[in-house]
RNA sequence: GCGCCUGUAGCUCAGUUGGAUAGAGCAACGGCCUUCUAAGCCGUAGGCCGAACGUUCGAAUCGUUUCAGGCGCACCA
């Protein structure tokens, strides 16, 4: 059972017992400062109306009742302690080693499992991917394993554009080139289209080569849904349409058949088919959306550029319309990315070829270094990604520092000539400690990046754990004459071995074994 | 004009389902390699959490107002 859990449940008990209802919620958590105690707790804030008393009395009341709920051997020497009101849990070690030797710590802890559809990264086909595609693919990539880390079942999506008015301009731009002429004024003059003049389909070409990019960033789609072959020849499109006509929430006006989104609370109806007769790049959107529903998941997660936050209000309305309430259509908006080469930013246009692409990055600094640098902030903050600095940072970049105590303890493991063996009995050096405890908030840390879909907990995570293990390396000599601290030592530098690389591939960075 | 995001140390950012003295890295300054990788460790310094008012026992966190920056408000994709 969860740590948490356990504590949440010897509280419940303990109300239960005594028929005492909180009138709000309560929780056990994190200390924001870790040397108050391992987990703590705000229940006495929250009797504190309906008891009647101060939360200090009714926190130093509960500290001296709620050891006898934990008789577990392993909870054994459990403190309880009240200070301001809080109630402060602190656990002995053998809780610690008891959860690390569990194999499933950490994981597969969702309690409501979801079939989750999540969509992102989804360029169009018309140029390599760029550091911005590159934010969405770490951010999507990492997401997705922490969710299916948690119990969650994920399938991953990359929609493809090929239909509309962009791929047109971009094929009239490879066929003048073919024909020796200009590219048009609107079509797109990149170095790559040049390439694309002997490929018999430059569309699947440039598909290939965003497919390419992604896999050298280790980020793989389940599915490469192509709007073209499946929405447009099969008529699914139109079929979207008629239903909405035929329920009475389509309309024509001046030539144009609307879609009325503000009856689920859209600013404006939204035009489906143009008075030219063309339909919209929405009309493909909803029908898009209809059949992503019906594929049968119980939630759709789409990750787009906070550009397209128009977008949210009138796509879910599409899908309200034609499917209903389920699945749910949750869409994480993302900052942009800008990119910067010596301070100065460079303007990003496929049209003009003017960019750096996600490749030349991965070229220069690593992906391994280009996911964390990516993931590491929140999303909903501004990214100002500069290339020069992330390449001069490259030593003291906290990837490195992390992936350096995964290396060190690799180390350490080749040269010890001891097994890593737990002797529960065994004092523990305060820094030792601190480091066995620390390790225990990776489960937490997990659950909350996946219910909050923020992947960059786990950057921050892996460098506190870093600097926890690097405090250990310098205050306690693994490879020691005494065979038994040796042997313990052994087999905390094995679990955080295990958590560095298990949240490393979360956010699919290498763990290497030297450096 | 309306909507969304951001504003925390010199710089880059954590921390925001309300909680304990607001944290880290970089930059600055000072220490630590006869000891398992110094890509490391320890210490010093640095703050009216953009501003104001409000809610609360308690606000960086919630509400209202306001200032600054970014992004949207198409019969564009």
Same mark, same amino acid.
């Given at each position: ?74 909870? !054994? ?32 802890? #969702? ?54 008015? !962009? ?24 170095? %790559? ?111 787009? *550029? ?28 993302? !900052? ?29 600094? *690593? ?25 001069? !940072? ?6 490195? %520092? ?40 990776? #489960? ?16 921050? %995570? ?42 490393? #591939? ?10």
């Amino acid at each position: 059972m969860r740590t948490r859990l356990r504590i949440e449940a010897a509280i419940s008990a303990y109300l239960s017992e005594h028929e005492i209802v909180p009138s709000s919620a309560w929780l056990v958590e994190l200390p924001k400062d870790r040397s108050n105690g391992d987990y703590a707790s705000n229940i006495a804030f929250v009797l504190a109306r309906t008891l009647k008393k101060s939360p200090p009395v009714i926190a130093a009341d509960l500290a001296t009742s709620l050891p006898a709920y934990f008789k577990d051997p392993a909870w !054994q020497g459990i403190q309880i302690v009240a200070v301001n009101g809080f109630i402060n849990f602190i656990l002995p070690a053998t809780v610690c080693w008891q959860a690390l030797q569990d194999e499933t710590f950490a994981k597969g802890d #969702e309690s409501n499992p979801e079939r989750i559809l999540l969509e992102y990264v989804s360029a169009n086909p018309t140029g390599p991917l760029h550091i911005g595609h590159g934010r969405w693919a770490a951010l999507g990539d990492s997401l997705a394993r922490v969710l299916k880390r948690v119990g969650h079942s994920v399938q991953t999506e990359f929609y493809v554009n090929d239909a509309g008015n !962009q791929i047109d301009k971009l094929l009239a731009s490879v066929s003048a080139i073919k024909a020796g002429k200009p590219v048009p004024d609107d079509g797109y003059g990149g170095a %790559y289209v040049k390439d694309l003049v002997d490929e018999a389909d430059p569309i699947v070409a440039l598909m290939k080569l965003q497919e390419n990019t992604l896999r050298d960033f280790r980020v793989e789609f389940d599915t490469w849904t192509r709007e073209k072959e499946t929405l447009h020849d099969t008529g699914l499109v139109q079929k979207s349409i008629n239903e909405l006509k035929q329920k009475g929430i389509a309309y024509l006006e001046e030539g144009a058949l609307f879609f009325r989104s503000t009856d689920w609370g859209d600013d404006k109806d939204r035009v489906l088919v143009k008075s030219t007769g063309e339909l919209t790049y929405f009309a493909a959107d909803i029908a898009y959306h209809q059949q992503k529903a019906l594929r049968g998941y119980d939630r759709l997660i789409n990750i787009w *550029g906070a550009d397209h936050h128009g977008y949210i209000t009138r796509v879910t309305a599409g899908i309200k319309a034609l499917v209903g309430d389920t699945p749910i259509l949750e869409v994480l908006l993302g !900052q942009l990315v800008t990119l910067l080469r010596d301070g100065v930013e460079v303007r990003m246009s496929k049209r003009t070829g003017d960019m750096v692409s996600l490749q030349e990055v991965i070229e220069e600094i *690593g992906a391994d270094a280009a996911r964390f640098f990516l993931v590491i902030k929140n999303a909903d903050t501004h990214l100002d990604f500069d290339l020069d600095l992330a390449k001069k !940072q490259s030593n003291d970049n906290p990837v490195f %520092y992390v992936q350096y105590a995964h290396a060190r303890i690799c180390s350490i493991l080749r040269k010890s000539e001891q097994k890593p063996l737990v002797h529960p009995a065994l004092d523990l050096h305060p820094t030792e400690l601190k480091l066995l405890k620390f390790l225990l908030s990776f #489960e937490d840390e997990v659950i909350l990046a996946a219910s909050r879909r923020e992947p960059h907990r786990i950057a921050n %995570y892996l460098i506190e754990l870093a600097t926890h293990f690097h405090a250990f390396y310098h205050d306690c000599k693994v490879n020691v004459e005494d065979q038994a601290m040796a042997q313990n030592r052994l087999a905390i530098c094995l679990a955080v071995k295990r958590i560095l690389a298990e949240g490393l #591939e979360l956010l699919g960075i290498t763990a290497p074994e030297s450096m």
